[in-house]
């Protein structure tokens, strides 16, 4: 009799096991499906293809973005509303991040992650986001997306530059006796933009410096710091006063006296700018202004 006993409950032992793991193998399969639906989407997305993008939505399928306000019913709409989207000439990159997959019943799973989005020069944005599917015809398609911003976790300081984003550029200023080249960039990351220029003045040996324009975090203000090939540094910092910008400016000359100036930037055209000095001293000793100059963009 408790041989019998051992026999039954070993083989229900067995029966729990295999159940459970041919539970397991569905669900894996069903999961698998789901990400690749996933990855599908983000590829579409990527390559602007509205048709493939909506290829795994359900006829009656929604979407809504409460953020932009866009929302679409039915697989033609959110084809449509996609297609549109990709025609306004915008360079967009999205990277989908899946946080966790559910299965409520054998053919239902709700799907949640985060998608990052670039769009342009703009900072990446953070969005939130649940995916509702269903399996039709033995085949998993998205019944629901439902999305919603997220602040970004990481800081990105080029919205508080993107104002100076017409400096960016290759620029120059000749004149009868001097040349002035500079080449205005974002760095890697756009958290700062660096000013390499280099002068010339006829009969004399060439001056080459760097400037670094960045926003402070603790000041909250826009900062500069510049350097040149005579050894002299300094420092300011940036206001904008109606369309231009002035640069207050201190300087440790190489011979260490302290000179000071107001540079002020004027944008024109976005292919031209003015760039004048104002307030200029050295030890105390006051300087003649310097006058508007035009500024024309190389490429």
Same mark, same amino acid.
Request: charged letters at 30%; aromatic letters at 12%; one cysteine or more.
């Given at each position: 009799?408790?041989? +019998?006993?051992?026999?039954?409950? +070993? ?57 932009? #306000? ?24 999205? *990277?989908?991040?899946? &946080?966790?997959?559910?299965?409520? /019943?054998?053919? *239902?799973?709700?799907? &949640? ?11 990446? !944005? ?8 269903? &399996? ?22 080029? *919205? ?27 760095? &890697? ?9 280099? !002068?010339? %003045?006829? #009969? ?24 040149? /090939? ?10 904008? %006063? ?5 640069? +207050? ?17 004027? $944008? ?17 000793? %006051?300087? $003649?202004?310097?006058?508007?100059? +035009? ?5």
């Amino acid at each position: 009799m408790q041989t +019998t006993f051992k026999i039954c409950l +070993t083989l229900f032992a067995l029966v729990v096991v295999f159940g459970c793991n041919e539970v397991n193998r569905h669900e894996e399969a069903d999961e698998k499906a789901i990400r690749n639906i996933v990855h599908s989407y983000e590829e579409a997305y990527n390559q602007e293809n509205a048709e493939k993008l909506a290829a795994d939505f359900a006829s009656d399928a929604t979407y809504n973005n409460p953020l932009t #306000g866009e929302s679409a019913e039915g697989k033609e709409a959110i084809e449509k509303l996609f297609k549109e989207k990709f025609a306004d000439s915008q360079k967009r990159h999205l *990277e989908i991040v899946i &946080k966790d997959i559910q299965f409520p /019943s054998s053919d *239902e799973a709700i799907e &949640k992650g985060v998608m990052k989005i670039k769009i342009d020069d703009r900072p990446e !944005m953070h969005i939130a986001y649940q995916a509702e599917y269903a &399996k039709e015809n033995n085949k998993w398609v998205v019944k629901a997306l439902n999305e919603i911003e997220l602040e970004s976790p990481i800081k990105n300081d080029s *919205e508080h530059l993107n104002e100076l984003s017409w400096f960016i550029g290759k620029w120059s200023d000749i004149d009868d006796n001097v040349e002035i080249l500079s080449d205005n960039q974002w760095d &890697k990351f756009k958290n700062f933009i660096t000013q390499n220029f280099k !002068m010339k %003045v006829y #009969g004399q040996d060439d001056f080459e410096g760097k400037q670094i324009i960045a926003w402070d975090p603790e000041k909250q203000v826009i900062r500069s710091w510049v350097f040149d /090939s005579d050894g002299e540094f300094g420092e300011g910092t940036w206001e904008k %006063v109606d369309n231009s910008w002035y640069a +207050t400016m201190r300087y440790i000359l190489s011979d260490g006296r302290i000179a000071t100036s107001k540079n002020i930037y004027t $944008p024109i055209d976005g292919k031209s700018y003015t760039f004048s000095s104002v307030e200029r001293e050295v030890d105390g000793e %006051v300087l $003649p202004d310097m006058n508007p100059v +035009t500024v024309e963009k190389v490429e």
